[in-house]
């Protein structure tokens, strides 16, 4: 028996597709599919879609897709929890269970959506270092332009019922905690990085986080194709116009170099590469939560930020 094995999509509502599509293609999405009333964004990898816009309002984060392996894996936790086996009735098909989280998000337990061709990307650039030197005779040359975003890593879910929560993503979905951070007393976990349970296989440091707070979608981290990837995707959003959160920089807990942007409602984004890969024998840690716990290395949060328009056609 399996849990969860990783996420699908995100899943957000907001009041005007076309302005969420511009953003998104400039962050490094791909149009997988839009309709009347939502729109699909895909990455290059061969996930039909992973982020979802439905038309309304208020602007917010509705849910996350997670996927299972096997349709036996969807039919045992749709038990559990009471839900029936659904065919999606959205774009990339597949069957699913629709289950709502103690904190009120929508998450889609999924089986079977269709894949897509993978988009062909560069390759990854090789790196010399001090030590080693495996670039031999090639040149450094990316272009310039949007990030190439290869898939989804994580989202980050918050809310008001942490306990309850956390027993939902561990207990039901058989997710395991990577790292917790607390406040005052240790035992005060106020966030917890969930990875998959696939036992000796490797899996992302976190696939879920969930964190105490006002219920919604704190931020979703999309892997870019490398380093470089992420610093030009950088400096196209930034001569775009677009209100940045926080980065560049390097996280401790997870260890990805990160770049945090936002939509044009308010919903966080980061770019994400060199995350951390965990299995059953990882070692949780318990953190503080403290700001020089949250980054290696990095320039302080920008305050307050604003929501801009785009500022380039
Ligand atoms: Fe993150």
Redesign the pocket.
């Known amino acids: 028996m399996a849990g969860v094995t990783g996420i699908g999509y995100v899943r957000y509502q907001a009041p005007d597709l076309d302005r969420m599509e511009t953003f998104l293609s400039d962050f490094g999405l791909i149009r997988a599919a839009r309709t009347d009333t939502a729109l699909y964004m895909r990455a290059t990898g061969s996930e039909h879609h992973i982020h979802i816009t439905e038309l309304g309002e208020p602007s917010r984060g509705l849910g996350v897709g997670l996927r299972v392996d096997s349709r036996e894996d969807l039919e045992r936790i749709a038990q559990q929890a009471g839900v029936a086996v659904v065919e999606s009735d959205e774009v990339g098909g597949g069957v699913r269970a629709i289950l709502t989280d103690p904190n009120g998000m929508r998450v889609d337990i999924v089986y079977g959506m269709k894949t897509v061709e993978p988009i062909t990307v560069r390759t990854p650039l090789v790196l010399n270092d001090s030590q080693r030197a495996p670039r031999l005779g090639l040149l450094q040359r990316p272009t310039r332009g949007a990030s190439h975003i290869a898939r989804l890593e994580?989202a980050?879910l918050e809310g008001p019922n942490f306990e309850a929560a956390l027993e939902f993503y561990c207990g039901l979905l058989g997710m395991e905690v990577s790292d917790r951070m607390y406040q005052g007393d240790p035992k005060n976990t106020v966030v917890a990085f969930l990875h998959c349970g696939s036992g000796q296989a490797y899996t992302d440091h976190h696939t879920i986080a969930i964190a105490k707070g006002p219920a919604g979608i704190h931020?979703c981290?999309l892997v870019v194709l490398d380093w470089d990837d992420l610093m030009l995707g950088h400096h196209h959003l930034k001569d775009r116009g677009y209100s940045h959160d926080w980065g560049v920089g390097r996280h401790i807990i997870g260890s990805?170099v990160?770049d945090y942007w936002w939509d044009p409602f308010g919903n966080r984004l980061?770019h994400?590469v060199d995350g951390d890969m965990v299995n059953d024998q990882h070692q949780p840690d318990n953190f503080p939560f403290e700001d020089e716990v949250l980054a290696i290395w990095s320039p302080p949060p920008n305050p307050n930020p604003a929501i801009t328009e785009v500022v380039a056609a």
Do not use: K, S
């Open positions: 994580h980050v931020h981290a990805e990160f980061e994400c």
